[in-house]
């Protein structure tokens, strides 16, 4: 079965500083990966998602992924953090194999220090 | 589109009572997802229907909880008897059927419930 491990419950940044949440899954077939957004009291938003078409991806507010087979990663980054990017991101991993299940990680709750 | 839109956005009941969670998905989506939100578990698959079917329901935590998907365009999920260790967020969402697997699922903005 896949899975997704975010390492990292609380991560905490300055403002101007550089995001960086990880992402590592676990699967036997090409997996479909996303990162998503929650901000409070609202529902999950797609920042980005991964194709096989290309290797690093970009999403919105700023924010990409680069997909790294040999280490299993899907590693989010931002050059540069805002206030307004205080939120919780969620890795998932949509299941081969026809099932169309997402599979997502615990979360990480991003700070932002003025 | 409005989105998947879901209702209501909180419920606060009784223990013992009857819960009902409603939403409708995106138009033309084949997929229909409900989750749950805690702070111990994070998110959880409960089940998932294609086409109106239930397709897995293994993460429906007990008999208590039921889903339904009459149509295309409306879901319920039932929670009877409700218990406190129910309270939680109750997130729906679709997402379309392609050859491509790589399509996003789309949230609501959940329903909040607590159970007192």
């Known amino acids: ?114 | 589109d409005a989105g998947v839109i879901q209702s209501p956005r909180h419920e606060v009941t009784e223990m013992g009572q009857e819960v009902t969670l409603r939403c409708k998905p995106i138009s033309g989506h084949d997929y229909l997802f409900w989750y749950r939100q805690t702070m111990m578990r994070g998110l959880e698959l409960l089940i998932y229907f294609n086409n109106n079917v239930p397709i897995d329901d293994s993460g429906m935590p007990e008999d208590r909880f039921s889903a339904k998907m009459p149509n295309a365009s409306f879901s319920t999920l039932k929670i009877q008897p409700s218990e406190p260790r129910d309270s939680a967020v109750y997130f729906c969402a679709s997402r379309t059927q392609h050859r491509d697997m790589n399509t996003e699922a789309f949230f609501g903005q959940g329903t909040r419930l607590t159970v007192v």
């Open chain 1, 1 to 114: 079965a896949q899975s997704v491990t975010q390492l990292g419950s609380h991560v905490s940044v300055s403002e101007g500083a550089l995001v960086l949440l990880r992402c590592n899954y676990s699967s036997s077939v090409p997996p479909y990966l996303f990162w998503y957004v929650q901000y409070p009291n609202q529902g999950l938003q797609l920042l980005l998602k991964y194709t096989s078409a290309a290797t690093l991806v970009k999403g919105i507010n700023g924010f990409e992924a680069e997909f790294k087979k040999s280490e299993t990663s899907f590693h989010l980054t931002k050059p540069s953090a805002h206030m307004s990017d205080a939120a919780e991101y969620f890795c998932a991993v949509s299941e081969g194999s026809g099932t169309y299940k997402y599979i997502f990680g615990t979360g990480t709750r991003l700070k932002v220090l003025a």
